[in-house]
């Protein structure tokens, strides 16, 4: 008997139909036999702390960083709790930073018994706003924390002159900024100290948690050193007191495959960032959302592409986005300022307008290095019919 083949519509079977915000195993997958490999031999070595993979990734770090020492340490947030700890911030002590920012920019100054002194961001680039710091400078302040969000720099010129005139100390957080570049100087190379982490979601993730600290003054990464291993100098001997906070052998050996690769990586982000440019101004949408910039003198490694949704439109676009099954965030729905850990500081609604602003209007799409066009222009379509819905029902 004649078997009829099934007559289909024109279906394009490779067309995707969702888009995760963020797949890590597309980059990983490539490398498992590496990976593997480098894990093995960690297991066979039987050095999982302080091993020679540690040391191999940290001259390699602070060779990409430009900068003379990278200390390995267990989080990005142990990293910013060790550079403060190094510079003996404590009870009394004001540090400036933003507020638009993941938490632990700010718990590591609580934590210390410091004040965190949250100054507004700029609109543009979503970082401090350099012509507010120093109107919240104290005799009481010690340092600044410049956040490098989203992969773009801060303005560190203006951040650094600031310091440099009040005698405080810059600490940068780079975690989601590795790569990053200020007037071509790589950021961890543009404060006093740089901080890192290697969380998953990071541009450079690895199997787990891990922590860099960059600095080119010899003595300031000597007790940094110490301080991350109990304070010991010599071998029991405590003349301070630190923490137990190191970078395992198996992730610096993941890293070590990994930091091979960060450059490729990056371009393909930028790659991203570019074809979003493209798509969102062929489709008219870049009239409606206002689409994150590169600003002038920098280098962005968009860690994140977070466009802004105006007029309180945010949370119904992210609702129908999710609803079509592509993946986005917010990133932060709620400023540092206005949490209930940090209610006794006393800002008032309002106080760090831009702060507040952002926060509401805010959306990152998926940008990771694997993300490809077909699936780009998916996010931009299914954000134009999320537009055509809102009109149809208007
Ligand atoms: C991820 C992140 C941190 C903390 O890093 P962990 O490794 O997760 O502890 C600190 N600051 C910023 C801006 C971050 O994005």
């Known amino acids: 008997m004649h078997k009829s083949i099934p007559q289909r519509r024109n279906v394009d079977c490779s067309a995707p139909s969702s888009v995760p915000l963020l797949d890590v195993n597309r980059g990983n997958a490539a490398l498992r036999e590496e990976f593997l490999a480098a894990i093995a031999a960690v297991c066979d070595s039987g050095r999982f702390l302080y091993g020679p993979d540690v040391q191999e990734f940290e001259q390699a770090f602070a060779a990409n ?31 400036i930073t933003s507020s638009f920012t993941f938490f632990a920019t700010a718990s590591c100054i609580w934590r210390l018994g410091a004040c965190p002194v949250f100054v507004d961001i700029e609109a543009d680039g979503f970082n401090l706003d350099p012509e507010l710091i120093e109107a919240a400078i104290t005799p009481a302040t010690k340092a600044i924390i410049p956040v490098h969000l989203f992969g773009q720099c801060a303005d560190m010129d203006a951040v650094n002159d600031i310091a440099v ?6 600490i940068e957080d780079g975690a989601q900024s590795i790569g990053a570049e200020y007037r071509a100087r790589p950021a961890g190379s543009l404060g006093h100290i740089g901080c890192f982490s290697f969380y998953p979601t990071k541009n450079l993730g690895g199997f787990g948690d891990g922590g860099m600290l960059t600095t080119n003054d010899d003595e300031l990464a000597a007790r940094l050193r110490q301080l991350a291993a109990h304070g010991m100098q010599p071998r029991y001997h405590h003349p301070l007191v630190g ?9 610096a050996a993941v890293l070590n495959v990994k930091l091979t690769r960060l450059g490729r990586w990056t371009s393909q982000r930028r790659a991203n960032a570019d074809r979003y440019h493209r798509l969102f101004a062929e489709s008219g949408l870049d009239r409606w959302l206002v689409m994150p910039e590169q600003l002038p003198q920098r280098y ?23 609803e079509m099954n592509v993946g986005t965030e917010i990133y932060y729905p709620i400023p540092l300022h206005q949490q209930e850990c940090f209610k006794s500081l006393g800002y008032e609604p309002d106080s760090l307008p831009e702060t507040e602003r952002a926060a509401r209007e805010v959306l990152s799409l998926p940008i990771f290095p694997e993300l490809t066009a ?8 299914r954000i134009g019919q999320a537009r055509q819905t809102r009109r149809a029902a208007a």
């Not at 430009?66 to 142990?78: K, M």
């Not at 923490?243 to 992730?251: A, G, K, P, T, V």
């Open 65 to 95: 960083c430009d900068v003379r020492h990278a200390i390995g340490c267990a989080s990005g947030s142990d990293a910013l709790l060790l550079a403060l700890m190094a510079y003996d911030i404590g009870p009394g002590d004001e540090v």
């Open 300 to 322: 962005h490694v968009w860690n994140q592409f977070t466009l802004r949704v105006p007029d309180g439109q945010r949370d119904v676009l992210r609702a129908k986005l999710t």
């Open 165 to 170: 005139r009040h005698g405080l100390k810059v």
């Open 243 to 251: 923490i137990n906070s190191r970078l395992d052998s198996i992730q």
């Open 374 to 381: 077909a699936e780009q222009q998916l996010v931009v379509s």
